[in-house]
């Protein structure tokens, strides 16, 4: 999608024009704000602070080791630089000899990003306190050389470019600049002049003259700090301005392709979810320009910049849990473990990408006002002081700038740490799910038409494949905090990821196209929810392959409930549905108790056994299968290296052990199924009586025509519709693979029915696909949750049969409300929510009796 940008600011011909375009600022202020030279040295010595972080010292710790090792990283870069045509490090060459835009010409480009990122770094150490190098002469002039070399060598006013525009573009100049301020006084003004040059020629203003392309959500933030620091270094009030104002289009919330949504979710690369990654980069790099802007007459005053300080808790926060950034929204970051280019011991995983949003949250509070600031420092507290597995001052990749940010919070007794929330979210703009209770935070990761399978690109992520196949991640509040940390995604076996349902097809490195183009020809992806419960589904079509189901997910107190039905394929192949597969660790041998009987912990070990009812692992979950199911459990050992899943990864090999547990569907089914109930955190005792209480849990359908749950003691009902239909009572299907429409629960065969409340035996009616979720309270009232997953409803009639006397609140969308023995709802055209819950609230009939309700979430 284009949208074209208008250059508030005209020519930016005379510096009162240029000011009076910042909104919000009068003429008289903008004459009175005309920027001198004083300005532009003010802004940079706040970038150069930015950059360097404050308040810390050096010999104190953690900062005393880590410039220490900066230092001596600076000293090894210095040592190990040798300036010769093509290269300015040997393991670095950035000539190309066929220079083009392949997979080689992407390598040589990168290592020309590389190298200035490689001066970077021994800039901060020439920088720095306290690394030894502070202010060192020898180091001054073999930056200088580095620079000239780069310069004279490929990045210039004379170069095409060539391999990835991102290098040259964002990569390059970024960290150029960053070195240019950093060595303020010791950099001849000739030179900068002619370094700034090559930066115009390959980020012309034009980089930012319309919002599409490469130019949209994080990118153009990206731009825009290169046009900011170039307009600081050359003191050109238009550059600064310019970069000001291109940041406007980011503001705004999208309908589609890249941007933040009105749900939360945040897209990258048109069809990607990418808050943990990309969207990292976007906080990281406003809340930076905020910074470096803030008080000067360049200050970022469009009102639409609400929408990123309300980001932080609608779009980042879900994401976060005990200092982790999830990985169903990071896409290819993911596959970025070890480098074959840096240390063994840095190490990157979902704990380090989160660190690092959260540091930038702490910066974007900084010009927030103090009820935000406040409460956001106290979240922050609390991710960090929750983060046992990967403690974040111990984080080798976190800046020492923003270590400085986080040590304050953690420092300051006045702070006082949140728990993490009770809530459930929605993310229908990117087909994301988040859960999360006392206890334990569960993620979903689906794909449909406006989603992708996967991404991969630049050679990363290349086994990525059923990622978006329905994968259910889930962590303990102090356990299991690093299942997806510890080298799990160059050992785990990528056709057996937890919660999908695939063919056992083999796929090539990077099937189906690089950037996020393979996506399924399937509608019916999303869900409903009031906040605390929700209800998910997805019509799965497999990559490159036949297979079709309908699956679902039931979010709840303390389980997930997971159906599967119309599971069918063509492949030749045998297709799985994967109940979970645990990362063990490198020695791992947690108990696996099945059906009360304690299972082998040697490995390898694999065994089939029908009639399974429960299993539990201890540490981690339990599983319940209702009506019971054939289940193969096996442990095995896998070893990998991150170089087999990104050609940048190390390829030292790596061996990790696997619980993995299963349910075959054959070679080629024809209407397969499953049930199962996911308890994160029970004991093997609560397990085992939860399989047993058959009344807890009703299956009230599981068909290729509907998927429904109730559980009478929550009040909870949810039902997945994939076509109009009626579900409950004795009107409706109740039980996949089951023609008499008979419970899934062995000895519970009236199953059909309810006890008071939720779905009873009435029935719940609609005339086509949507989800929908009823919740009864315990004050009499209940909630209504409706969604068009497909989009496409221009029109919706629902009837819950269970008397109801008054609505009490109610979305714009409902045309119609009639109350008394039943309850029907006509809403009108859903096509413009974008799949998100419309919310009804009822008052009930008292007569007809309570629901049997818990009186907490």
């Known amino acids: ?27 008289a202020a903008s004459v009175r704000r005309a ?32 410039l220490a090792a900066l230092g001596a990283e600076a000293a090894r870069l210095r040592a190990a630089m040798a300036p010769v045509p093509g290269s300015l490090w040997p393991d670095a060459v950035f000539a190309d000899p066929e220079p083009d835009t392949d997979p080689e010409s992407f390598a040589h480009s990168e290592n020309l990003q590389r190298s200035y990122v490689r001066l970077r770094t021994m800039a ?135 941007g933040l949504y009105a749900d939360g979710s945040i897209v990258q690369h048109t069809w990607v979810p990418y808050t943990g990654s990309y969207g990292a980069v976007l906080i990281d790099g406003l809340s930076r320009l905020f910074a470096l802007l803030d008080g000067s007459p360049w200050a970022v005053a ?90 974040v001052l111990e984080n080798p990749t976190l800046s020492i700038a923003a270590l400085a940010r986080v040590k304050g919070v953690l420092d300051d007794d006045a702070v006082t740490a949140l728990p993490e929330p009770i809530a459930h979210r929605q993310f229908p703009g990117m087909d994301r799910v988040t859960h999360r209770r006392p ?104 990559l490159s392959s036949t297979l079709e189901a309908r699956k679902s997910w039931f979010f709840l107190k303390d389980a997930v409930v997971c159906l599967g039905a119309g599971i069918s394929a063509r492949d030749g192949r045998p297709v799985e549905t994967i109940v979970d597969n645990r990362n063990l660790g490198s020695s791992g041998r947690a108990a696996l108790t099945i059906d009360g009987r304690p299972r082998p912990t040697a490995y390898p070990w694999s065994a089939t056994l029908p009639g399974a009812r429960w299993a539990h692992l201890a540490g981690h979950a339990g599983y319940v299968f209702p009506g019971g199911t054939t289940l193969t459990a096996l442990r095995e050992r896998r070893t990998g290296a991150w170089r087999d899943i990104n050609q940048g990864g190390s390829p030292a090999p790596i061996e990790r052990r696997y619980l993995t547990l299963l349910t075959g569907h054959g ?15 029970a004991s093997a005792a609560r397990t085992a009586a939860r399989a047993a209480d058959t009344r807890w849990l009703r299956v009230l359908a599981n068909t290729a025509a509907v998927q429904a749950v109730a559980v009478p003691s929550l009040g909870f009902a949810g039902a997945n519709f994939w ?107 859903l096509t413009r929510t974008a799949g998100v819950t419309q919310r009804v609230v009822v008052r009930l009939a008292q007569a007809h009796g309570p629901a049997r309700v818990p009186a907490g979430p």
């Open 124 to 258: 901060e150490a020439y920088a720095q306190p306290g690394t030894g190098l502070t202010g060192a002469p020898a180091l001054a002039e073999a930056l200088r050389t580095g620079l000239d070399h780069l310069y004279e060598q490929v990045y210039n006013e004379r170069t095409t470019r060539y391999g990835n525009w991102y290098n040259w573009q964002i990569g390059a100049p970024q960290a150029l600049l960053d070195v240019c301020v950093l060595l303020d006084g010791a950099l001849p003004a000739d030179r900068l002049t002619r370094y700034l040059a090559a930066v115009d020629a390959f980020v012309p203003d034009s980089a930012v003259g319309s919002y599409t392309g490469t130019s949209t959500g994080a990118n153009r933030v990206d731009l825009c700090r290169v046009l900011a620091l170039r307009g600081l270094l050359g003191g050109v009030a238009a550059k600064v301005a310019l970069a000001r104002d291109a940041l406007s289009p980011v503001f705004p919330y999208v309908t589609s392709g890249d």
């Open 1 to 27: 999608m284009t949208r074209p940008w208008s250059r508030r600011s005209l020519l930016f011909t005379a510096v009162p024009v240029l000011v009076a375009a910042t909104p919000g600022l009068s003429a």
């Open 439 to 542: 206890g334990w935070a569960a993620s979903l990761s689906m794909a449909s038409r406006r989603i992708t399978y996967y991404e991969h690109g630049n050679g990363e992520n290349v086994r990525g494949w059923h990622t978006g196949a329905g994968m259910l991640y889930w962590w303990g509040d102090t356990f299991a905090n690093g299942q997806y940390s510890d080298a799990f995604w160059p050992t785990v076996d990528p056709l057996r990821l937890p919660g999908t349902t695939v063919s056992r097809k083999p796929l090539a490195d990077g099937e189906g196209g690089a950037w996020g183009v393979p996506r399924p020809d399937a509608a019916w992806v999303g869900g409903s929810d009031d906040g605390t419960y929700g209800c998910a589904g997805q019509h799965l079509k497999g």
């Open 35 to 66: 920027p001198g030279p004083d300005a532009f040295a003010a802004l940079r010595a706040k970038w150069r602070g930015l950059l360097l972080g404050s308040g810390f010292g050096p010999t104190e710790q953690p900062f005393k080791d880590r």
């Open 302 to 391: 469009d009102p639409n910049r609400s929408v990123v300080l309300d980001a932080v808790e609608h779009a980042y926060a879900p994401f976060l849990f005990n200092g982790l950034m999830m990985d169903g929204v990071s896409g290819r970051a993911v596959s970025r473990g070890v480098s074959a280019s840096g240390p063994a011991s840095v190490r990157t995983s979902d704990h380090t990408r989160g660190h690092p949003v959260i540091a930038s949250i702490l910066l974007l509070g900084e010009g927030a006002d103090e009820a935000a600031r406040a409460r956001w420092q106290r979240l922050a507290k609390g991710w960090f002081q929750r983060d046992h597995y990967a403690p």
């Open 667 to 681: 070679t080629d089914p024809v209407a397969g199924s499953y049930a199962y109930v996911l308890m994160p955190g």
């Open 723 to 829: 076509e109009a239909g009626t579900v409950g009572g004795t009107a409706g299907p109740l039980a996949a693979g089951s023609p008499d429409g008979g419970s899934l629960n062995a000895g519970s065969p009236d199953a059909g029915s309810l006890n008071a409340g939720s779905l009873d035996a009435g029935s719940l009616s609609v005339d086509g696909p949507a989800s929908v979720m009823v919740r009864e309270r315990g004050d009499g009232t209940a909630v209504v949750c409706v969604s068009d997953p497909t989009r496409s409803r221009t029109g919706l009639r629902l009837t819950w049969r269970r008397p109801v006397t008054a609505v009490l609140a109610r979305p714009a969308t409902l045309l119609t409300a009639a109350t008394g023995s039943r309850l029907s709802l006509t809403f009108g055209d």
